[in-house]
C-alpha cells in the first residue's frame, strides 16, 4: 500500500513537473544569445565556467563552447599525449544514442592535432564486445581517420592499481594506464538515461577506465563513483546532449528513445556539467547521487548558482 | 589445406569470414552429411569425396581432413627428429576399424551426431584446434602485442587466453596427447584402425578405379619404402598393398629404388598381368552403395529439406511432451538457432567451430552438463560472456546445421531461456544501494527498475520480453549465487516484441538551468 501511494505521489510530481516545465521557463532569466555572447568572456576570477550551447552542429557548437573556455590551448600544449575517454559501452549504431557521437570525437581529435598533441588515444572498457562496439558507434573509424589511436580497453594488463586518495568506499581500483598517464585527460560523454544512477554523463562514463566495475556495483555504486574523482579529474568534460537517450537507457531499443536537443555542456567541472545535464533529463542534480556525493567530496560543484554558466544559442 | 583448417580454428581475433569457415568445413565428410540430413545444405562435400574415393581411393585421408594432416606433420617432425626405421607391416585389426564405425553409424540413427562426433577426425581436429591450439596462438599472439605496438604496426592487439582447468579442456588436451602419440608411435594408426571415415572410405577405396599396387617382378624386398610408408599398408612377404588403409601419401612412389610401386588403372594393368586382382575389381555393393547416396542427395534435391525437417521434428516433438514446458534451471543452453537441446544435440559434432568464431566467448565445450553422452557440445556460459544481441556468428560459421543461420531480425527474438529474478539476493535489497547491472545491460528491456524504498530503483522482470542472452546474469555482482540467472528452454521459443510509445520527455525549448 505505502509503495503503491508512494509511487502515485512520485508520478503526479513528476507529471507537475513536466507540465509546470514550459511556466518556469517564462520566468527564467532571459537566456544570452549568440550576439550577447561576446561578453567578456575570459574566466571570472573565482567561479568556475560552464558552458552551454544549443541550437548548432556537434562540431560547431564544440568550438563555440572551447572559444568561451580560452580555445583548446587552453587545456592541450604542443607535445602533450592527450586521452580523450567518449562512451563506447555499446555495439549500436549513432542514431540509438547509447554511445558518443562520432562527429564530436572526430572534431576533437582534430582540436587536439591542431593543437599540437603528440598523440590522441581513444578507448572505452566497453560493456558490449568491445571491436564491434569500437566498430558500430562509428568512432573507430572516425578517429582513426583522423590520426587517433584506438587503444584495447579489454586488456587487464593495460590496467595498473591505485588507491583512491579520498575514496569513502572506493579505496583502491585498477585504472587504464592511459587514464593515469596522459598530460591530458578529456571527458567526453553522451547524456543518457540509466535505469540504476537516474542519468550517466561525466561521472559515471569514468567507470568506462576502471577495470572491476562489479565492485562498484555491489559495493555503494554511487559513492564508488563519486570517490573514483579524487583518483583524478578529467582535465575537460564535454557533454555530449545533442541526441539524449530519455527512456530505457543506458542501452536503449531504438532510436525512438532519444529526443532532439542539440545541447553541448562544457566545463572542467565533472560534477558541474552534470548537475546541468540532470536538468536537461528532468532531473534535480541532488535525485542523482553520485552528483551530490561528488559535491561532497568537493571534486566539483553541484549548485548551478555558484557556477559562471555561459547560456549560449547558436540559432 | 592442414594450415587453412588450423587458422580458422584458431582464430584469435574472430576475424576470418563465416562463409570461409563453414564452407571450409563444409568440405569434411561428417560435417557435410550431417548438414544434409538437417536440411540446412546438400551433402555435396561427400558426395565429391565418395567419389574420389571410388575413383582413386582415400583422397579425403590425404588431403582434406584436418587430424589426417597434423598426424602427417607430426610424422615430418618425428622423422626430422630421430629416423622412425622400418615400421613393419601390420596387419590389419579389422575387428576394431568396423565395430567403431559399426558403432558410430548405430548410434548416429538413434541419437543423431553426437555419436558420430566422438570419432570423425574434422570434429576431433576441431575440438582440439578450438580448446588447446588457440589458446597457444592467442598466447603467443599477445607476447607479440607489446612489441607490435612498439613497431607502430596498428591493429595487434590482446585478447583474453580460452585456456580454462576444466573436465572438458582437460579431456581435450588428453585427446590431443592421445593422437599425437599414435602419431609419432606409429604415423597413421588412428586412420587405419580407429577412424570411422577412413574405414567406410577404405572399404570403397578397395573398389578404386585406380590403385595403388606393388610389382613383384620389380621388387628386391629392399624394404625401402617401409621407412616411408607412415600407414604400414606395405606387406613385403606378399608383396601387396592393403589399398583400403593407404592414406595415399604415395612417399613409396618416390623411395623405390626399382620404381616398383605403380599408381595404375585396375582392371587393365593388373588384370592382365595376375589373374586374382579381378576380384577386387570394383564390386557392385561399392557401386550401389554410391548410387543409394547419389539418389538420397536427388531425393534431397526434389523434396527441398521440408521432408528431413519434418521427420526430425516430429521425433523431438514426441520427446517434449515428456518434459515440462518453461525453464529449466539445470538445462544447459544452447545457442539461438539451435532449435533446443534435442534439435542441437542430434545434429552437433562438437567441432568447436562456433566457440572459436564466437567474438564474445560465451560459447564453449561443456563439461557434464548435457550428460556424458554430449560431452564437449558447445554451451553458453553465462559466468563467462553473454551472447551479443547483434551477432550471430555462431550459425553462420555451424556447417552442420546445429545451429540454424538466422536473419538478425529473427535470432534478436529467439528465446533460448528465460531469466530468473531473486530480489531477496539483489544488492539494492540486501544492502539499500543502487546498483542496476542487470537492466542496464538487457538489451530488450525485459529487466527494467522500478522505484523502491528511499529514492532507490529495483530491478522488475517481464519475462515475456526475455530473449535469455545471459547480459543480466554476467553482469549480477552479487557472489556467489548471482540474484538474477537465466534458464533454459528445451524448445527455444519466441520473445515478444515490446510495442514503444513516443517518449515521455519532450525537449525544453531553453536551458533549464
Not at chain 1, 543518457?192 to 561521472?203: E, V
Not at chain 2, 590482446?158 to 581435450?172: I, L, N, R, S
Request: proline residues 6%; aromatic residues 8%; contains cysteine.
Amino acid at each position: 500500500m505505502k509503495t503503491r501511494r508512494a509511487f502515485i505521489k512520485t508520478s503526479l510530481a513528476a507529471g507537475a513537473a513536466l507540465s509546470f516545465h514550459g511556466l518556469e521557463r517564462l520566468f527564467a532569466e532571459q537566456t544570452r544569445s549568440e550576439t550577447s555572447a561576446t561578453q567578456p568572456s575570459g574566466p571570472s576570477a573565482a567561479q568556475t565556467l560552464l558552458v552551454a550551447v544549443r541550437d548548432g552542429e556537434r562540431a560547431v557548437m564544440l568550438n563555440r563552447a572551447l572559444a568561451e573556455l580560452g580555445g583548446i590551448q587552453a587545456f592541450v600544449k604542443p607535445g602533450q599525449r592527450v586521452l580523450i575517454k567518449p562512451n563506447i559501452g555499446w555495439d549500436v549504431p549513432p542514431e540509438r544514442g547509447a554511445n558518443t557521437h562520432p562527429e564530436l570525437v572526430a572534431r576533437l581529435v582534430e582540436l587536439c592535432f591542431e593543437a599540437g598533441a603528440k598523440s590522441v588515444s581513444v578507448f572505452d572498457n566497453t560493456v558490449d564486445e568491445w571491436r564491434r562496439a569500437y566498430e558500430s558507434s562509428g568512432i573507430e573509424a572516425a578517429a582513426k581517420q583522423r590520426g587517433a589511436t584506438m587503444v584495447n580497453g579489454k586488456d587487464e594488463s593495460l590496467y595498473r592499481n591505485v588507491t583512491v586518495p579520498g575514496g569513502v568506499t572506493l579505496k583502491e581500483t585498477q585504472v587504464h594506464r592511459l587514464y593515469l598517464d596522459s598530460d591530458v585527460v578529456i571527458n567526453v560523454p553522451v547524456l543518457k538515461t540509466h535505469g540504476g544512477t537516474r542519468i550517466t554523463a561525466c561521472l559515471k562514463n569514468l567507470m568506462g577506465v576502471v577495470w572491476d566495475r562489479r565492485f562498484f556495483h555491489r559495493t555503494d555504486l554511487h559513492q564508488c563513483i563519486a570517490d573514483f574523482l579524487t583518483v583524478r579529474k578529467p582535465d575537460l568534460n564535454i557533454l555530449d546532449a545533442y541526441h539524449p537517450m530519455v527512456r530505457n537507457g543506458p542501452r536503449g531499443r531504438s532510436p525512438e528513445d532519444c529526443v532532439q536537443m542539440r545541447t553541448l555542456l562544457v566545463s572542467t567541472d565533472p560534477v558541474a556539467v552534470d548537475a546541468a545535464g540532470a536538468k536537461l533529463l528532468n532531473f534535480e542534480p541532488d535525485q542523482v547521487a553520485h552528483i551530490p556525493a561528488a559535491a561532497k567530496l568537493g571534486v566539483g560543484i553541484a549548485d548551478l548558482d555558484q557556477l559562471d554558466v555561459r547560456r549560449i544559442r547558436m540559432s | 589445406m592442414g594450415l587453412t583448417f588450423f587458422l580458422v580454428f584458431t582464430d584469435a581475433w574472430e576475424r576470418i569470414p563465416s562463409q570461409v569457415a563453414q564452407t571450409l568445413a563444409r568440405t569434411q565428410f561428417v560435417p557435410s552429411i550431417v548438414a544434409h540430413v538437417a536440411g540446412a545444405g546438400l551433402a555435396i562435400g561427400a558426395g565429391f569425396i565418395l567419389l574420389a574415393t571410388l575413383l582413386w581411393g582415400r583422397v579425403y585421408c590425404s588431403v582434406l581432413c584436418p587430424l589426417g594432416l597434423y598426424q602427417d606433420f607430426i610424422w615430418w617432425l618425428r622423422k626430422k627428429v630421430r629416423s622412425a626405421g622400418r615400421l613393419p607391416f601390420m596387419k590389419e585389426v579389422r575387428a576394431l576399424r568396423w565395430s567403431v564405425l559399426v558403432v558410430s553409424l548405430a548410434g548416429t540413427l538413434v541419437s543423431g551426431g553426437m555419436a558420430l562426433a566422438w570419432f570423425d577426425p574434422y570434429s576431433l581436429f576441431g575440438r582440439i584446434s578450438s580448446t588447446v591450439f588457440r589458446d597457444a596462438v592467442i598466447r603467443l599472439s599477445n607476447s607479440l602485442a607489446p612489441l607490435m605496438a612498439q613497431t607502430g604496426l596498428p591493429g595487434w592487439y590482446h585478447t583474453e587466453p580460452v585456456w580454462q582447468w576444466t573436465a572438458a579442456t582437460v579431456c581435450t588436451l588428453i585427446l590431443l596427447l592421445l593422437v599425437t602419440a599414435l602419431a609419432v608411435w606409429r604415423g597413421r594408426l588412428y586412420c587405419n584402425t580407429v577412424c570411422p571415415v577412413g574405414t567406410l572410405l577404405g572399404w570403397l577405396a578397395n573398389g578404386a578405379r585406380w590403385q595403388l599396387r606393388l610389382q613383384s617382378t620389380r621388387c628386391h624386398k629392399c624394404a625401402r619404402c617401409l621407412e616411408a610408408c607412415r600407414a604400414q599398408c606395405i606387406d613385403l612377404r606378399k608383396q601387396k598393398v592393403d589399398f583400403s588403409r593407404c592414406v595415399l601419401c604415395l612417399d613409396c612412389l618416390a623411395i623405390c629404388p626399382e620404381q616398383g610401386f605403380q599408381f595404375a588403372r585396375v582392371g587393365t594393368l593388373f588384370r592382365s598381368a595376375r589373374g586374382t586382382e579381378s576380384e577386387t575389381i570394383p564390386n557392385p555393393g561399392r557401386r550401389s552403395f554410391l548410387w543409394t547416396f547419389l539418389s538420397g542427395l536427388g531425393a534431397r534435391i526434389v523434396t527441398g529439406p521440408s521432408l528431413f525437417a519434418e521427420a526430425s521434428g516430429s521425433k523431438e516433438s514426441d520427446t517434449a511432451d515428456l518434459v515440462a514446458a518453461g525453464p529449466i534451471a539445470s538445462l544447459p543452453i544452447t545457442p539461438p538457432g539451435s532449435k533446443g537441446v534435442h534439435h542441437f544435440l542430434r545434429h552437433c559434432t562438437a567441432c568447436g567451430l562456433c566457440v572459436t568464431a564466437c567474438p564474445t566467448r560465451v560459447l564453449e565445450p561443456a563439461g557434464l552438463q548435457f550428460g556424458l553422452i554430449a560431452f564437449l557440445r558447445p554451451r553458453m556460459n553465462y559466468h563467462r560472456s553473454y551472447c551479443n544481441f547483434d551477432c550471430h556468428r555462431c550459425g553462420k560459421v555451424c556447417p552442420t546445421g546445429a545451429i540454424h543461420a538466422l536473419p538478425l531480425a529473427e535470432k534478436q527474438l529467439t528465446k533460448v531461456g528465460e531469466a530468473i529474478l531473486k530480489l531477496d539476493l539483489c544488492v539494492v535489497v540486501r544492502q539499500g544501494t543502487d546498483c542496476a547491472a542487470c537492466s542496464e545491460h538487457c538489451p530488450t528491456q525485459a529487466v527494467t527498475t522500478k522505484p523502491y524504498r528511499d529514492q532507490l530503483r529495483v530491478p522488475e522482470l517481464h519475462p515475456s520480453l526475455c530473449i535469455g542472452c545471459g547480459a543480466c546474469e554476467y553482469a549480477c555482482p552479487v557472489r556467489p549465487e548471482r540474484a538474477i540467472t537465466v534458464q533454459g528452454f528445451v524448445h527455444h521459443g519466441k520473445a515478444e516484441r515490446r510495442v514503444d510509445t513516443p517518449p515521455p520527455v519532450r525537449p525544453p525549448a531553453d536551458f533549464p538551468f
